[in-house]
């Protein structure tokens, strides 16, 4: 299996390169923000609980998150892999993770950091706010509060992995195409011929 931790900050373009990741290799994308706004869009009551937080900007809390993941994780017992989106986000949450996975008898591969300067991703952030139905989207200072919760308590996770030699940095600014060669350049370095 490939396990993949694609990393960086709200507005480094995480889901535009998970989808062409997704398309080449054919992993299971999760992601965490989308699997929270589906609960949303469904009303659920963990959508409910999620939102509160989300509308804020701050994280939802670990409990939940890596809940979520491990029902995913059980659901695609297949997988060639999996490419995590938004997850993991705290140091906890990424321990939790290397725990699930050790019981499915398999681990994190590699972990791509993608680097973008902070006026970059607010300018990214407000733009997709136009168009997107994403409330969070809209307000500088959530988006604000969301680096904030990214500088102090996300950007430990890659830390976390640097331990075990698996983070690799990607320049995130550029053409979407050169971006995602970058990507695959890191995974077809790691990925067993
Ligand atoms: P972005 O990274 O662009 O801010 P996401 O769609 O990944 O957007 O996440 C949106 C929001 O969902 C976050 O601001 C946070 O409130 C919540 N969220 C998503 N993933 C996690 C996670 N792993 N842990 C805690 N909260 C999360």
Redesign the pocket.
């Known amino acids: 299996m490939f396990n993949l931790i694609l990393f960086g900050p709200?507005?480094s373009g995480?889901g535009t390169q998970s989808e062409k990741l997704i398309d080449r290799f054919g992993w299971i994308h999760l992601?965490?923000?989308?699997l929270?706004r589906k609960e949303i869009a469904n009303e659920t009551q963990l959508g409910l609980e999620a939102k509160a937080?989300?509308d804020k900007?701050?994280?939802?809390p670990d409990e939940v998150?890596i809940g979520m993941i491990g029902s995913a994780l059980d659901a695609n017992p297949t997988a060639k892999g999996f490419l995590f989106d938004?997850?993991?986000?705290?140091v906890a949450?990424a321990e939790a993770l290397d725990v699930l996975l050790t019981s499915k008898t398999s681990e994190i591969t590699l972990v791509l950091a993608l680097e973008v300067g902070e006026e970059e991703l607010v300018t990214r952030l407000l733009n997709r706010g136009k168009t997107s139905s994403r409330s969070?989207d809209r307000d500088e200072n959530v988006i604000r509060k969301?680096l904030l919760e990214y500088e102090n308590k996300t950007a430990a996770v890659a830390h976390h992995y640097a331990k075990f030699d698996k983070v690799a940095k990607v320049k995130g600014e550029g053409s979407i195409d050169e971006i995602f060669q970058s990507l695959r350049e890191q995974i077809e370095a790691r990925q067993p011929a």
């Open positions: 709200p507005g995480k992601s965490t923000g989308d929270l937080f989300m900007g701050q994280l939802v998150v938004g997850f993991p986000r705290t949450q969070d969301r």
